[in-house]
């Protein structure tokens, strides 16, 4: 069974200061992670994809099959960052999404 | 990138009806697309895989009859919501893969919010 946790429902932190979003996964075979992005009143956006290895809008996030995490990672919050963030894994069949955290940036 | 788009983006009606959503894929061809469901403040949660000129995939627990999904074209699924109750309110989205990608990644929709009364 594919699992994804995210222990972090909601996460507040001040401008400036780093922000790590926890994401923890649970698949037998290899896995594909994903973290998405929704800001408010807008649709779920692709964020980042663990294969590309790239930093998009400050954040980066690298997977630890050891861990088997894969956390989000930006080192100076801005408070356009404040959304709701989900990681996600794709399985064999089927893409599964954390619960979510709320990220606030405070000014 | 891929755009997705839903038809509506709400919509309310009376207990015992159906309803149909629409979700296209804008600027590609999508031989697979996804429907979701999302509670409110909880995370999605799929309810099946729609493929082109064949039927869906439904999860476990999701009733077929019930939420019926026609994938006719490469560019148009649609779900339909029969015979409709209140507990069957909810925010319904979809989402498709981009074949011009090499990755897994999936484009969403906006979403439509069901409400039933």
């Known amino acids: 069974a594919q699992r994804v946790t995210q222990p972090e429902k909601l996460l507040s932190v001040f401008k400036g200061a780093p922000v790590e979003l926890k994401c923890n996964y649970s698949?037998?075979?290899?896995?594909?992670l994903f973290w998405y992005v929704q800001y408010s009143r807008q649709r779920l956006q692709l964020l980042l994809r663990?294969?590309s290895r790239e930093s998009i809008k400050g954040f980066t996030a690298d997977l630890n099959k050891g861990e088997t995490s894969f956390h989000l990672k930006k080192p100076f919050a801005q408070e356009e960052d404040s959304a709701m963030y989900y990681c996600?894994?794709?399985?064999?069949?089927?893409?599964?999404f954390g619960q979510g955290t709320r990220l606030t940036i405070n000014p | 990138g891929a755009v997705v788009s839903q038809h509506p983006s709400w919509v309310i009606c009376k207990s015992g009806t159906s309803v149909k959503i629409e979700c296209r894929s804008l600027?590609?061809?999508?031989?697979?697309m996804f429907w979701y469901r999302q509670f409110p403040k909880q995370s999605l949660m799929l309810m099946a895989t729609?493929?082109?000129?064949?039927?869906?995939?439904?999860e476990q627990g999701v009733e077929k009859d019930k939420f019926l999904i026609n994938h006719a074209s490469l560019t148009l699924s649609t779900l339909t919501v029969t015979s409709a109750h209140p507990e069957d309110s909810s925010f319904y989205i979809c989402?498709?893969?981009?074949?011009?990608?090499?990755?897994?990644?999936?484009?969403f929709g906006p979403g439509t919010r069901l409400t039933v009364t």
């Open positions: 989402s498709a893969r981009d074949p011009r990608t090499s990755g897994y990644e999936q484009y």
């Open positions: 698949y037998s075979g290899s896995p594909e």
């Open positions: 663990h294969i």
């Open positions: 996600a894994l794709q399985g064999a069949q089927k893409l599964v």
């Open positions: 600027d590609f061809q999508a031989t697979t």
């Open positions: 729609s493929n082109e000129g064949s039927k869906a995939t439904y």
